[in-house]
């Protein structure tokens, strides 16, 4: 199965750490976090990864040319200038003729750190027919993420983006993991910045 890892980004509020390191390349347990992700893809059936770079790209890059062990094949798109999450597939999309038309896709982020039960929520996914799936969590303090309100079934209701403290309608917050089917596609736009949490979720939602 098919995977894009999002790591372009630059990672501004870790600095000074990112500075010279991108985010993807933040060592947690002596190995670069976007490392930890791949090895969470494969563990679950996604063997061949595309990842999108921007910042410090080489160092990302170069890392992951002399990973040949990790089980997945890995391919790079840089872009030139940052075009945002759901840009950034769009062009990964239209350059490579990556996605498989009728194939499920994953989207994670570069710097998403979980243990989250990929198989079960691919499951999930089926199960209920989706166009789009959300990975979601709960936190304590959910006032700097994308809010999620969920009804019957996990049916998405509402998105809060990083509400006011004491003011979030559920402590249900957005992972950045998403399931989608390749007609996702049709709802981004090319050669724009687009993003999933402000465009293309609230789109969908109407």
């Known amino acids: 199965m098919k995977a ?20 993807p390349m933040v060592p947690i347990l002596n190995q ?17 990864i595309v990842c999108n770079t921007h910042y410090l790209a080489d160092k990302i890059e170069d890392h992951f040319a002399t990973r040949a062990g990790l089980g997945a094949t890995m391919r790079f798109n840089r872009e030139a200038e940052l075009l945002g999450t759901a840009g950034g597939l769009k062009r990964v999309a239209e350059n490579f003729g990556f996605f498989d038309p009728n194939e499920t896709f994953l989207v994670i982020g570069g710097d998403d750190l979980t243990e989250i039960d ?15 799936t959300i990975g979601l969590t709960r936190v304590e303090d959910p006032s700097q993420f994308g809010v999620v309100v969920t009804g019957k079934g996990g049916k998405i209701e509402r998105f809060v983006e990083k509400p006011a403290p004491g003011t979030a309608p559920s402590n249900l917050v957005n992972t950045g993991v998403y399931l989608f089917e390749p007609r996702i596609l049709e709802k981004i736009p090319s050669g724009v910045f687009y993003d999933f949490g402000k465009n293309v979720f609230p789109e969908l939602l109407e």
Not at 4 to 23: C, E, F, H, Q
Not at 34 to 44: F, T
Not at 118 to 132: C, D, G, I, T, W
């Open 118 to 132: 990929l198989s079960a929520m691919l499951e999930f996914h089926r199960k209920n027919n989706s166009l789009a």
């Open 4 to 23: 894009m890892i999002l790591a372009a980004g630059v990672g501004s509020r870790l600095d000074p750490i990112t500075r010279n390191v991108p985010k």
């Open 32 to 48: 670069p976090v976007m490392e930890h992700i791949v090895r969470l893809l494969v563990k679950h059936g996604f063997n061949e």
